[in-house]
């Protein structure tokens, strides 16, 4: 099965923006998912089909892909905002448990 | 409100079975798709076992086939697991979740977004002696 990769760790200042990536060859051919994950909680979805947002999710988390590598960005990051964040995507049309990437835990100065 | 809670996680021995269940609330489980997540304490998420709504579809990852079997029940809206030789290394948090795909047209195709939009808060199986 493929692979997701993420950078481990990142860091950004109170208000500021940021920008987490994920590469992976099955990104060419499957939208990226994102996943927050704030520690002793579930994850929660933030992102589907690369760029969606669903209801609840404040509009300064946004996605965007190229080629094989999505990317989430936070505009603006609050506090609350500091958690693991994990790509997600299908890896082939026969497997439908999909790939995660190994998250980036973000923490907010 | 849309919820799922996770029962049946606990201690056992290497080589043991263990059987867990997530009953869904406000909404009917057999309409869906459903996987199940796991996370080993301090690591990341992994997909281990999903079934299609119709149950047709069955797949799990390569590091639990043979010894986990997915499985629902409509009359009680609940989704099982069921773990057989269970390992060390089965040790997580693992987690039920609707499993979505939601298909849109794009560029004049039709593409599917795949995505898992309801988690349940999970339940702890710990292999050990």
């Known amino acids: 099965s493929s692979e997701l990769t993420q950078d481990p760790a990142v860091s950004v200042a109170l208000g500021q923006t940021v920008r987490m990536t994920c590469q992976g060859d099955s990104l060419r051919s499957y939208f990226a998912t994102w996943y927050q994950q704030k520690p002793g909680q579930a994850p929660l979805l933030v992102i589907y089909?690369?760029?969606n947002r669903p209801s609840g999710i404040p509009d300064r988390f946004s996605g965007s892909s190229s080629e094989n590598t999505a990317s989430l960005t936070i505009t603006g990051a609050q506090a609350e905002d500091e958690a693991d964040y994990y790509c997600?995507?299908?890896?082939?049309?026969?497997?439908?448990?999909?790939?995660f990437g190994g998250g980036t835990r973000l923490t907010v100065l | 409100e849309m919820q799922l809670v996770e029962s049946g996680g606990g201690l056992v021995q290497p080589g043991g079975s263990l059987r867990l269940s997530c009953t869904a609330s406000?909404?009917?489980?057999?309409?869906?798709?459903m996987s199940w997540v796991r996370q080993a304490p301090g690591k990341g998420l992994e997909s281990v076992a999903f079934l299609s709504s119709g149950g047709d579809a069955i797949d799990y990852a390569d590091s639990v086939k043979g010894r986990f079997t997915i499985s629902r029940d409509n009359a009680k809206n609940s989704l099982y697991l069921q773990m057989h030789s269970l390992r060390a290394e089965d040790t997580s948090r693992y987690y039920c979740a609707r499993d979505i795909a939601e298909g849109r047209y794009l560029d004049w195709s039709l593409h599917y977004f795949y995505y898992m939009d309801v988690w349940g808060k999970g339940t702890t199986v710990t292999v050990s002696s």
């Open positions: 406000g909404f009917s489980l057999s309409n869906y798709d």
């Open positions: 089909g690369n760029t």
């Open positions: 997600n995507s299908r890896d082939s049309i026969d497997n439908h448990l999909g790939v």
